[in-house]
């Protein structure tokens, strides 16, 4: 039950330039349902993927990917899906006493992405957890210069999709900073949120798509109509179900 999002970021489509989408959680809102559903898409799909990691693990995708009828772990196996676990290196260097710095990281992502680049014409990339870099004590201007980087590396490969994973505490969090630095590059924003008045058993939240990158399309460059979409999910085992609000 993925194909609601995959129909609606239009990554079923066939692309003439890279795109770049940002996940933006809002007031811990969990949104790791959209990054299984796009990985499900390129496992489906055979679609080269690097996963960077700093929030959830293989694992977590793995047991998810079952239950949605994909095996992630085939995909590695295969070279198909290649991880970085970010943090895993951080606590390595930690217990070293010796620093990460993020130039480094970007040079193991872009190694990697040239690496596969040789096998596959497409390379996509996932950041998991942007905002666990300030965790680990780099600086807004240091995380943005490093996605930067990363957005600047796929935009370089036709038909490639970047997506920028943001955990956001609230509007007066540094998160919310750097979220907010990320969502004027990008072509698609995906803001993730919970119910307002609480739980509920038939919604699950908030989606709010927003099109920044619209305004430099030939198609949309002349038009007002940029406004954001709004939806309402439901998630399930094995998927999730977008529902037009006032549908429920």
């Not at 807004?140 to 994973?165: G, Q």
């Not at 072509?187 to 430099?216: I, Q």
Request: proline share 1%.
């Amino acid at each position: 039950m993925s194909s609601d999002i995959i129909t609606t970021l239009e990554i079923d489509k066939e692309n003439s330039s890279s795109k770049i989408f940002v996940v933006k959680e809002i007031s811990g809102c969990d949104s790791s349902f959209i990054i299984s559903c796009v990985l499900g898409h390129f496992v489906k799909n055979r679609s080269a993927v690097l996963i960077i990691s700093t929030h959830n693990s293989i694992k977590h995708y793995q047991n998810v990917g079952l239950k949605m009828n994909y095996n992630l772990i085939k995909g590695v196996d295969a070279g198909l899906i290649n991880v970085y676990d970010v943090g895993n290196e951080y606590v390595d260097k930690l217990l070293k006493n010796e620093h990460l710095s993020l130039d480094s990281i970007f040079e193991s992502i872009k190694e990697k992405v040239e690496q596969m680049q040789h096998k596959y014409d497409m390379v996509n990339v996932i950041v998991d957890g942007i905002s666990h870099l300030l965790n680990m004590q780099y600086n807004v201007r240091d995380v943005n210069t490093v996605c930067s980087n990363i957005i600047d590396l796929v935009r370089c490969y036709k038909n490639s999709l970047l997506f920028l994973h943001c955990n956001v505490a609230n509007e007066l969090d540094v998160t919310h900073v750097v979220s907010n630095l990320l969502c004027h590059k990008a072509h698609m924003v995906l803001e993730v949120e919970n119910l307002t008045s609480g739980w509920s058993a038939d919604v699950s939240g908030h989606l709010t798509l927003k099109y920044p990158g619209r305004k430099f399309e030939d198609e949309y460059m002349f038009s007002m109509d940029l406004k954001p979409t709004q939806y309402l999910f439901k998630l399930f085992d094995r998927g999730v179900k977008l529902l037009a609000p006032g549908t429920v």
